[in-house]
């Protein structure tokens, strides 16, 4: 007998990676119950269809992600470069820990509007930005300058981290080692200079 939580992870781990490679659109059931070793009836009883399979990955792994960078935000004690080095380390974290979910991630947040994969991907992107603009706007004594640019702040930092991320993975750089501490640490302190100055 088949082991079914083994079935039902490798079917989301198939179409993870099928879609990181191909992109969502470009994916059929088919080729993701063929990926994992499973006909399609078996995929169809875990995930009734193709956007399920997706919005089944979106709250297992975005979830939790969104719930830690709202902790973080929230947690501010009054020195924002220290929330913004826990931010940040926790996104090359979450980068690190699966780097094809991570960019898949990315990627359908910028597809078409009327996409389902973007409908589906929006409400987490949503909630992260929303964790790191409180934080801006909690913080916003200690970054005098503000001025209701609290948003402006979240793009500048999250594009920062982000393409930080990019080019590293880009440079088949290891894992272990663009997460290092000092790297990272080196991002945040440039990004504060910028809003001082």
């Given at each position: 007998?088949e082991?079914?939580t083994?079935?039902?992870?490798?079917i989301?781990?198939?179409?993870?990676?099928?879609?990181?490679q191909?992109?969502?659109?470009?994916?059929?059931?088919?080729?993701?119950?063929?990926?994992?070793?499973?006909?399609k009836?078996?995929?169809?009883?875990?995930?009734k269809?193709?956007?399920?399979?997706?919005?089944?990955?979106?709250k297992?792994w975005c979830e939790?992600?969104?719930?830690r960078?709202?902790?973080?935000a929230?947690?501010y004690?009054?020195v924002?470069?220290?929330?913004?080095?826990?931010?940040?380390?926790?996104?090359?974290?979450?980068?690190k820990?699966?780097?094809?979910?991570?960019?898949?991630?990315?990627?359908?947040?910028?597809s078409a509007r009327e996409?389902?994969a973007?409908?589906?991907?929006?409400?987490?992107?949503?909630?992260?930005?929303?964790?790191?603009?409180?934080?801006?706007?909690?913080a916003g004594?200690?970054?005098?300058?503000?001025?209701?640019?609290?948003?402006?702040?979240?793009?500048?930092?999250q594009?920062?981290?982000?393409?930080?991320?990019?080019?590293?993975d880009?440079?088949?750089?290891?894992?272990?080692?663009?997460a290092?501490?000092?790297a990272?640490?080196?991002?945040?302190?440039?990004?504060?200079?910028?809003?001082?100055?």
């Amino acid at each position: 007998m088949e082991d079914r939580t083994d079935n039902r992870a490798k079917i989301l781990e198939s179409a993870v990676h099928l879609f990181y490679q191909r992109g969502y659109d470009a994916v059929g059931v088919q080729e993701i119950a063929l990926a994992a070793g499973v006909t399609k009836p078996t995929l169809y009883y875990y995930f009734k269809s193709k956007l399920g399979l997706l919005e089944a990955f979106l709250k297992e792994w975005c979830e939790p992600a969104c719930i830690r960078l709202e902790e973080i935000a929230a947690a501010y004690q009054g020195v924002p470069s220290e929330t913004l080095y826990a931010l940040a380390c926790t996104l090359v974290d979450i980068a690190k820990e699966n780097r094809e979910a991570y960019f898949l991630l990315l990627s359908l947040n910028y597809s078409a509007r009327e996409n389902e994969a973007f409908k589906a991907v929006f409400p987490y992107m949503r909630r992260m930005f929303r964790a790191m603009t409180g934080f801006f706007t909690g913080a916003g004594d200690k970054l005098g300058n503000m001025n209701g640019r609290q948003e402006q702040f979240v793009i500048s930092f999250q594009g920062i981290i982000n393409h930080y991320i990019l080019v590293m993975d880009e440079r088949e750089i290891p894992p272990e080692e663009f997460a290092d501490p000092h790297a990272i640490w080196e991002l945040v302190r440039q990004f504060m200079y910028g809003i001082y100055s």
